[in-house]
């Protein structure tokens, strides 16, 4: 299995979830670091990270601090929240601070690196595109490398 | 007394924690109505009465007013009569001597001349010093009586003058006596004494009295009749009531005769002599139209009082019964709040463990999906060749157990946050498949068996899922209650369009049913028909809901044949119809 360039990190205070979630995500070819705390996750965000995998009720600094943090340093980076204290009124809120999607725990792997992938695709997309344009390329342009890359991921997968 | 009651009256208070008794309010309205009506008809009374009273004493002015004059005027013409013959025996007395009437010629002729001139003089006699009648000129033999000692010639010798009373004396019929006493310059004392019938005062009397309704008589102070009387026959006798002490005033007395007649009495003296003039006629004749009109303010009064008496009882019984209705409506609405908190609550406390919940199925998935991972897909599987089938296995079941769990947490969260109110579209048949989900195990276990039958293509309707679902699952619960233990139990949900705006839910059951009697009170606050285990409020809850969102309820039922409750939702629910 090809190793996947994304690099992702899981934020949970749940030591033993965490940790068997990044075996799978490295078994799947992915590199996942994790972080057992907000803090922590603010600390390791300042290495490259392409996607975060985040927990909301954590002690200490909880998962909303975090994603207004790393918005604040690191607005390309996408958010993936994952919890289980999943309630209506937290997924409007985390969708309006910027998360990428809400997931809810348990949840299902496959529906986890769906969204994975999706979020590091759309990261790469507005790069390309910011690229493209401090290029003085025009918007189109920018699609259509991003285009190509994806022919070329999927037929890698 | 009053203090009591006002004590009472001021501490009544419906008891909002939700034990109204109708006793309580029995007992207020009876308070109230008899309030009401000791208000009212007191002062009815007293006017009543004081005008009464009032009437009385004018009518009673009335009657003796005349009664008086009458007597008055009778008084004073019998005072006339008298007078005139007593001054005419007078002039006699003084125009003659002694000596002169001695001679019988002349008494004869003065007496001729007087009779020609007055009717009614009977004799005339001269009684000398020693009370012997020396000349008498009269129908009856009476020359030489012996008088001496008499009353009437006592009286005349010191006074110069006497009226008597009428007495029958000698003669047998009523007559009375004028006797004039003189003392001559030559030493002659004398008296001349004249007899006068009082058959002419008889037949005076009555023709004073024009109504004809009054009897009019004399009677000495002692209370002898000396005139002919309607009431009491002919003189000289006793009369049976008591005559009023003689004043010189007229007055107007009532009395009670010995025949027990109530009398209005009027009377007068007659100046210079011992009688008085009585005027004298039946209470009964006052009475009359008094008895006539109490009769009529009876009734009237009778009317007013039982009117008062219909309008406070009839007026404090819806007053009350309103004010009663509006208490236990207001229990109600507080332990439907109290029941909503509950609920509430409930809602919390799931929510919460819920989430707790899906942490550890969460890592439960992990470990499972992991182990599941390790066998397919690490490079060194083969080591696990031997087991790995059944190790694949055992990993499915783990991650299908924990989708079950996932699936229990989720129905919970699901309905909590049902229980915030909020309208949207929903799909009918879905919140009566979620309801259903939750009594199938209850309705499983007591062998009862659950149809649904949707009508296709029933439209979205705008309503509270939550409320929806509470209406549900009280009916469907309230259904297994009835089915108990039932073998062939059935439970029908039925859903279809009803018009163009709406869709009808029934729910029927093969239960026992219900009388009438029940069915009339079913949607009605706390009333239970399982005794200590319903709170009697479900129903009504249920009730309330259904209009809130803008619906109906109806209940068919038959006793031992099952009950249907039909439920009619707007596909619109407008926010208008959520106020009542």
Same mark, same amino acid.
């Given at each position: 299995m090809p190793q996947e360039?994304?690099? $992702?990190?899981?934020?949970?205070?749940?030591?033993?979830?965490?940790?068997?979630?990044?075996?799978?995500?490295?078994?799947?070819?992915?590199?996942?670091?994790?972080?057992?705390?907000?803090?922590?996750?603010?600390?390791?965000?300042?290495?490259?990270?392409?996607? $975060?995998?985040?927990?909301?009720?954590?002690?200490?600094?909880?998962?909303?601090?975090?994603?207004?943090?790393?918005?604040?340093?690191?607005?390309?980076?996408?958010?993936?929240?994952?919890?289980?204290?999943?309630?209506?009124?937290?997924?409007?809120?985390?969708?309006?601070?910027?998360?990428?999607?809400?997931?809810?725990?348990?949840?299902? $792997?496959?529906?986890?690196?769906?969204?994975?992938?999706m979020a590091y695709r759309d990261k790469i997309e507005n790069t390309m595109v910011a690229v493209s344009l401090a290029e003085g390329g025009d918007f189109d342009s920018a699609k259509d490398v991003l285009r190509e890359q994806d022919v070329l991921e999927e037929k890698k997968i | 007394m009053l203090a009591s009651l006002k004590k009472r009256f001021l501490q009544f208070d419906g008891d909002p924690e939700g034990t109204i008794s109708t006793a309580s309010y029995r007992c207020f309205r009876r308070l109230l109505t008899g309030l009401m009506i000791v208000v009212s008809v007191t002062p009815l009374l007293t006017i009543s009465w004081f005008s009464h009273q009032q009437y009385v004493k004018t009518l009673e002015s009335e009657t003796t007013g005349p009664l008086s004059a009458l007597a008055r005027k009778t008084a004073t013409t019998i005072d006339l009569y008298l007078k005139e013959r007593s001054s005419t025996v007078s002039f006699i007395a003084h125009a003659y001597t002694f000596r002169e009437l001695l001679d019988q010629k002349n008494l004869h002729r003065v007496f001729l001349a007087l009779k020609s001139e007055y009717h009614g003089f009977v004799d005339m006699g001269v009684v000398n010093a020693e009370g012997v009648q020396v000349d008498y000129v009269g129908p009856y033999g009476l020359k030489n009586a012996n008088y001496a000692g008499q009353q009437w010639l006592e009286a005349a010798q010191i006074n110069g003058l006497y009226i008597s009373n009428s007495f029958l004396g000698l003669r047998g019929f009523p007559h009375m006596v004028i006797a004039v006493h003189r003392m001559e310059s030559n030493g002659d004392s004398w008296t001349l004494r004249v007899t006068i019938d009082t058959s002419r005062l008889q037949r005076l009397l009555p023709l004073m009295d024009q109504t004809q309704d009054t009897d009019i008589f004399l009677c000495d102070n002692a209370g002898n009749l000396q005139t002919n009387s309607r009431l009491y026959g002919k003189p000289i006798r006793k009369l049976p009531l008591t005559p009023p002490p003689p004043t010189h005033d007229t007055i107007v007395t009532s009395a009670t005769d010995g025949q027990g007649r109530r009398l209005l009495i009027a009377s007068a003296m007659i100046e210079g002599t011992d009688l008085q003039l009585l005027a004298v006629k039946p209470r009964?004749?006052?009475?009359?139209?008094?008895?006539?009109?109490?009769?009529?303010?009876?009734?009237?009064?009778?009317?007013?009082?039982?009117?008062?008496?219909?309008?406070?009882?009839?007026?404090?019984?819806?007053?009350?019964?309103?004010?009663?209705?509006?208490?236990?409506?207001?229990?109600?609405?507080?332990?439907?709040?109290?029941?909503?908190?509950?609920?509430?609550?409930?809602?919390?406390?799931?929510?919460?463990?819920?989430?707790?919940?899906?942490?550890?199925?969460?890592?439960?998935?992990?470990?499972?999906? +992991?182990?599941?991972?390790?066998?397919?897909?690490?490079?060194?599987?083969?080591?696990?060749?031997?087991?790995?089938?059944?190790?694949?296995? +055992?990993?499915?079941?783990?991650?299908?157990?924990?989708?079950?769990?996932?699936?229990?947490?989720?129905?919970?969260?699901?309905?909590?946050?049902?229980?915030?109110?909020?309208?949207?579209?929903?799909?009918?048949?879905?919140?009566?498949?979620?309801?259903?989900?939750?009594?199938?195990?209850?309705?499983?276990?007591?062998?009862?068996?659950?149809?649904?039958?949707?009508?296709?293509?029933?439209?979205?309707?705008?309503?509270?899922?939550?409320?929806?679902?509470?209406?549900?699952?009280?009916?469907?619960?309230?259904?297994?209650?009835?089915?108990?233990?039932?073998?062939?139990?059935?439970?029908?949900?039925?859903?279809?369009?009803?018009?163009?705006?709406?869709?009808?839910v029934s729910i029927a059951d093969n239960g026992q049913g219900m009388p009438e009697e029940v069915q009339s009170h079913i949607f009605e606050p706390f009333y239970s028909t399982k005794k200590d285990k319903g709170t009697g409020l479900g129903m009504f809850i249920t009730y309330g809901i259904v209009r809130r969102l803008g619906g109906k309820i109806e209940v068919r039922s038959r006793e031992g044949e099952g009950t249907t409750f039909i439920i009619t939702l707007p596909i619109e629910s407008h926010r208008e119809t959520v106020e009542e």
């Open positions: 360039a994304i690099k $992702i990190l899981l934020v949970d205070d749940e030591k033993q979830f965490v940790d068997t979630l990044s075996e799978r995500l490295e078994m799947r070819g992915f590199s996942a670091r994790v972080a057992y705390s907000g803090e922590e996750a603010l600390e390791k965000v300042k290495m490259p990270t392409d996607v $975060i995998v985040l927990d909301l009720r954590m002690p200490g600094m909880d998962g909303f601090e975090v994603l207004k943090a790393v918005k604040k340093s690191n607005p390309d980076v996408q958010v993936i929240i994952l919890t289980g204290h999943g309630g209506d009124a937290e997924e409007k809120t985390a969708y309006r601070m910027g998360a990428y999607s809400f997931l809810r725990k348990p949840m299902d $792997i496959d529906d986890l690196l769906a969204s994975i992938r | 009964l004749n006052v009475s009359e139209p008094l008895l006539a009109l109490r009769g009529e303010l009876v009734w009237v009064l009778c009317g007013g009082i039982i009117a008062i008496v219909l309008v406070s009882y009839f007026l404090m019984k819806i007053l009350v019964g309103r004010l009663e209705t509006s208490d236990r409506r207001r229990v109600a609405i507080f332990a439907q709040i109290e029941q909503d908190q509950k609920l509430s609550s409930i809602g919390r406390l799931a929510t919460g463990v819920a989430h707790e919940i899906n942490n550890p199925l969460a890592i439960i998935s992990e470990k499972a999906g +992991l182990a599941h991972d390790l066998l397919s897909l690490s490079p060194d599987a083969d080591k696990y060749q031997k087991h790995r089938q059944h190790l694949l296995e +055992l990993m499915d079941s783990i991650n299908s157990t924990v989708d079950r769990a996932k699936a229990i947490t989720r129905r919970m969260l699901g309905f909590a946050r049902r229980m915030e109110v909020s309208r949207q579209p929903l799909h009918i048949e879905d919140v009566i498949a979620e309801s259903s989900e939750f009594i199938e195990r209850a309705a499983r276990n007591r062998g009862i068996s659950l149809k649904t039958t949707m009508q296709d293509d029933l439209p979205e309707i705008i309503s509270d899922r939550g409320q929806l679902q509470q209406v549900f699952l009280n009916i469907l619960g309230n259904a297994i209650d009835a089915l108990g233990n039932r073998k062939d139990g059935t439970i029908e949900i039925g859903c279809r369009r009803h018009g163009q705006e709406s869709i009808q």
